[in-house]
T-cell receptor, first 111, second 115 residues
């Protein structure tokens, strides 16, 4: 089955700097890669996703890149703000099998 | 509109007791998922209800775990004879349609502590 590895587990950046979180997956049939943000005491919330027919997708300060050959995808947050502090999860999905999540990255943005 | 709601928000129980966790999905959403999130871990898939099809129970960790979805709406996750290792946050999510590549909308979770 699918296995998703996520790095780093914790990340601290200065406000205004960029943050990058990387994930790798094992199942070459996976074709959907969402990213979720989880704030303290809340459930995860989708922030961006990418499908295997594109290599990059951007939404304001957030971008995701996908390398299907290498089986890895990354989340990029530019001009970080304190409200970006949260736990971020990547996930991968193949066909009708359930999403498989990474273990999460705790991002701290230091003002 | 209203999001996914879960109850109770917190539950403390004694080892060996049964617990029931409730999920109210977004109205009209066809698919419903249950996940378990242990401290510092990712989301572990438990069970997936999809429309009128049989649920995907492949993630349930033992036969002490079961779930129902009545009338295609509310779902209940039951853990029998709870063990300390069952302590975790149990998250429910729903999505508008069955199938792949659909956004999942999560509830706030139920924090279960088994003493």
């Amino acid at each position: 089955g699918e296995n998703v590895e996520q790095h780093p587990s914790t990340l601290s950046v200065q406000e205004g700097d960029s943050a990058v979180i990387k994930c790798t997956y094992s199942d070459s049939a996976s074709n959907y890669f969402p990213w979720y943000k989880q704030e303290l005491g809340k459930g995860p919330q989708l922030i961006i996703d990418i499908r295997s027919n594109v290599g990059e997708k951007k939404d304001q300060r957030i971008a995701v890149t996908l390398n299907k050959t290498a089986k890895h995808f990354s989340l990029h947050i530019t001009e970080t703000q304190p409200e970006d502090s949260a736990v971020y999860f990547c996930a991968a999905e193949s066909g009708n099998t359930p999403l498989v999540f990474g273990k999460g990255t705790r991002l701290s943005v230091i003002a | 509109g209203a999001g996914v709601s879960q109850s109770p928000s917190n539950k403390v129980t004694e080892k060996g007791k049964d617990v029931e966790l409730r999920c109210d999905p977004i109205s009209g959403h066809t698919a419903l998922y249950w996940y378990r999130q242990s401290l510092g871990q990712g989301l572990e898939f438990l069970i997936y209800f999809q429309g009128n099809s049989a649920p995907d129970k492949s993630g349930l960790p033992s036969d002490r775990f079961s779930a129902e979805r009545t009338g295609g709406s509310v779902s209940t996750l039951t853990i029998q004879r709870t063990q300390q290792e069952d302590s975790a946050v149990y998250l429910c999510a729903s999505s508008p349609l069955d199938g792949a590549q659909e956004t999942q909308y999560f509830g706030p979770g139920t924090r279960l502590l088994v003493l």
